[in-house]
């Protein structure tokens, strides 16, 4: 018995998969950013370039997924991939997390965001003066 198989839910869950593997990496690079930059390793040039990156990565994520049609495929797979890592942080630390977020990566996360924007947006502004 043949298998059918729609070929865009097909295509959607694969580039779903794929686009939220690369948002986790670009969390991860975020979290690093901001230890490296909280350590004093990062000059304000690296700093600068490596906000401007980000933000960018940020961008052109959000508009494949918006030309592709795949938000809520990625959404999806993050939140299963959420749930994995949640069950297995619970098994190792011997009780659930609260909300199946660690709420301190979350905090970072924001943090990292907002210190990385703040740079770029100062950037473009000494740029057009």
Do not use: C, F, W, Y
């Not at 839910?9 to 490296?36: C, F, M, P, S, T």
């Not at 040039?45 to 990156?53: F, N, S, W, Y």
């Not at 990566?105 to 000494?126: H, V």
């Amino acid at each position: 018995m043949p298998i059918d198989i729609d070929e865009k839910n097909l295509k959607h869950g694969v580039l779903g998969l794929v686009v939220a593997l690369v948002e986790i990496i670009k969390d991860a690079l975020k979290l690093q950013a901001l230890k490296r930059m909280e350590g004093g390793s990062l000059t304000e040039e690296e700093i600068d370039r490596l906000g401007e990156a980000l933000m960018d990565l940020d961008t052109a994520i959000e508009e494949m997924k918006t030309e592709q049609g795949i938000t809520e495929s990625v959404k999806s797979v993050r939140d299963g991939l959420d749930n994995i890592v949640d069950e297995l942080l619970d098994k190792m630390m011997g009780g659930p997390m609260s909300e199946g977020q660690d709420p301190k990566l979350n905090d970072s996360l924001l943090n990292a965001d907002s210190e990385l924007g703040t740079r770029k947006i100062k950037k473009q502004q000494n740029d057009h003066e």
